[in-house]
């Protein structure tokens, strides 16, 4: 019997502040399911709420605890679409694909709140879109040509000038931005801890601090050795993604591994009542990404792409915080940060995710590419889907051989070192 506690140790400002509790839950004997999940973020957690409630018997082995992963340590952005805009995804997943894959994703925001609705999820939700804003002029261009054609395809998206920006941003830096409002924020540990308890009421297990360590295929079935037991499931679904450690042969190798940092300020109250004032969550078009938000107690939350350097209290992401603060709101006055934290992302070559079939009855969906709070839910969906007998064709995306990137670890330092030079440019 597991027990829900408040955690001590935190890995992001979510674990802290999320309304959730976190289930702690040892695994004491061996077990034999229906299907085997490994990893307690939104892909496992999501699979597992599917297939309980499709009636499988499910069990999540998460290593660590709920969360620990990117779904924990998240901006919190829960977009439409992916990084690409709809045209490119067409062109690359084809005629069938493409747009039943755009339309999925585009309806993925709509998937995920009515999860939060139905399951009670206390995750700060707010319904209000996310901006992407325009760094530059040529950031400016490419929204509006993104803007065209989820206008072409009937999305509630909106063209904003630099002034309509600034009063939905409390800065004029910004040429403009794009404001979708399918998309909205949330407390992503929330949302992770209420996928789980969600999970469970359907009847799914969640076992964690429980490593699976041996995968191996057994007659029909498959059989986990774990830290604490041994584990046979007719099917298995890998949701490790960016945390995917040498479980199964080259898997970890099918994508670049790069960082997000992000602070959190202590709550600002009314000093930053003009900043996002309909809590929109930002990030911009610049090649090295920033976001911003504002949460439920007026903390700002502002990242960039790299690992945090130094400490909460001070270094160079410190740093780099206080200053790009201070640029774009010069009024603000001193700010105190109370959390920092970093998380690693599965970047693929096309930045397109991955459902790979590795082996008969043996699943993962990976490669998210930092757009994880809607694809993870789809893809559990899908997979729990698959297998209790929905055709593959009906996927978002078609199921492909998997394929290494053999430069992954060169270019995971190369950009690590573009990114921390980033960070010190910045804080100049
Ligand atoms: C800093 C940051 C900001 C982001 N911002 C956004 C955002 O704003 N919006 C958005 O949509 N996406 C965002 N993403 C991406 C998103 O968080 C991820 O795509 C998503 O969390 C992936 O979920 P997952 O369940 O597939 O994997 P994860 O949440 O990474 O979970 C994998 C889990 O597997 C466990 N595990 C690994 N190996 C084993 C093993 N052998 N045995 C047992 N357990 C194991 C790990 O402990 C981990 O908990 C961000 C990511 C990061 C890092």
Known sequence: MGIAMTRNGAISL???SSAEEDYINPMVEDATVDVAIVGGGFTGLSTALHCAENGLSAL??????????????NVGLVNAGVWHPPAKVREKLGDTFGPRFVRRFGEGPEKVFSLIEKHQIRCEVTKTGTLHAAHAPSGFEDLRSRYKEWKRLEAPVALLDRDEMAAKVGTSMFHGGLLDHRAGTINPMGYCQGLARAARGAGAEIVTGVRAKKLRKDGTGWTIEATGGTVKAKYVVLGTNAYTD?????????????????????????RVAHILPERQGLWDTGQ??????????????????????????????????????????????PVTFEAAWHGQIAMTPDHLPR??????????????NGRGITTGTLFGEAIAGLLTGSDPSDLPLPITDVATVPTAPIMSRLYQTAFTANQILRSL
């Open 60 to 73: 999540v082995l998460e290593a660590n605890h709920i969360g620990f992963g990117g779904s924990g340590r």
């Open 288 to 333: 090295i990404m920033f976001s911003l938000r504002r949460d439920m107690e007026n903390r700002l939350i502002i990242g960039s792409m790299g690992t945090i350097v130094g400490s909460v209290g001070q270094g160079l992401s410190h740093r780099w915080a206080r200053k790009k603060l201070a640029r774009m709101y010069p009024d603000l006055g």
């Open 14 to 16: 979510w674990d802290t």
């Open 355 to 368: 459902i790979y079939n590795l082996d008969d009855g043996l699943y993962t969906s990976i490669g998210y």
């Open 246 to 270: 040498e479980l199964w042969p080259n898997l970890s190798r099918v994508f670049t591994k790069i960082h997000y940092f992000q602070l959190a300020t202590e709550p600002m109250g009314n």
